[in-house]
């Protein structure tokens, strides 16, 4: 019988020199009776395959061609877009970096732009949003001064006056917290005022304990002596060897071994701990 041609199923091509169908490489799709298969995005159709751009180069899906980004940015998400500097978002129609406008915000290496949060704004160009100036509040995106009497703006709402010096000291103090470095040079610091006055304190203490040791160890006073005998005198200095606290009477007469019965230069003192 006569032959009968049909269209080539989905995710398969068939080109005009081709006599049967083929189907799409794994980076691309296709539906019935397609001649080409449509590529995912950074890949582009040549040769049978879908081809991703290389080096520092996007695709172009106007001319359906791999263009090179422009000086100061770098390729992107696959090879589809190129990054932009902080305030800017890449145009694929222009194939250039643009200004975010008023009101968004895009960091270093951003494709796009992105709305500012409530209660804040922005100029044109703007890496980053903030709150409205001190002294107005936030409305729909614009920044506005208080028409109330006693009211003053905080940046975000009208408030009292009062509120609003409130709310300041509480913004400067989250804006400037203590530094971790401060915390620690003050825990240096005290801890080396209390060991200093712990040294201090022993030191009075020891002192103090010496001069009583002095004054116990050692009381002068002149007594006269009369009478005794050179044996009484040794018999005294061995009585008072045996044991601490025992008064003695010497006669200081100039010699090592000095005897009673001089009445120059006489003097009792306290003996502590054998201490002659």
């Not at 209660?119 to 001064?145: D, F, I, L």
């Not at 005290?190 to 203490?205: D, M, S």
């Not at 019965?261 to 003097?267: D, F, L, P, Q, V």
């Amino acid at each position: 019988g006569t032959g009968h041609c049909s269209p080539c199923k989905e995710n398969t091509y068939k080109m005009e020199n081709m006599t049967r169908c083929e189907a799409c490489p794994e980076t691309g799709s296709s539906g019935p009776g397609a001649v080409e298969c449509t590529c995912n995005l950074g890949t582009f159709w040549t040769n049978k395959s879908c081809i991703m751009c290389t080096d520092n180069a996007f695709f172009d899906t106007v001319t359906q061609t791999c263009i090179q980004c422009p000086v100061g940015s770098v390729q992107v998400n696959s090879h589809t877009a190129c990054s932009c500097g902080a305030g800017l978002s890449w145009h694929p129609l222009s194939r250039t970096c643009k200004a975010c406008p008023k009101h968004h915000f895009s960091s270093a290496g951003s494709v796009q732009c992105e709305k500012c949060p409530l209660y804040t704004v922005s100029g044109r160009g703007s890496e980053k949003c903030a709150p409205c100036p001190m002294g107005q509040y936030w409305h729909n995106y614009t920044c506005e001064t208080c028409n109330e009497s006693g009211k003053i703006g905080n940046g975000v709402f009208c408030l009292d006056a009062y509120d609003e010096q409130t709310q300041e000291l509480r913004a400067s103090a989250q804006r400037n917290p203590p530094s971790s470095q401060n915390i620690v040079f003050t825990c240096i610091l005290v801890i080396l005022v209390v060991t200093c006055i712990v040294l201090i304190v022993l030191l009075v203490a020891r002192q103090r304990k010496q001069r009583v040791n002095k004054q116990i160890s050692m009381s002068y006073s002149v007594a006269p002596l009369t009478g005794g005998s050179e044996s009484d005198w040794q018999d005294m200095r061995a009585d008072s060897m045996s044991g601490p606290q025992v008064p003695i009477i010497c006669a200081l007469s100039g010699n090592d071994n000095p005897l009673p019965g001089s009445e120059e230069n006489i003097y009792m003192f306290q003996q502590n701990e054998n201490t002659i």
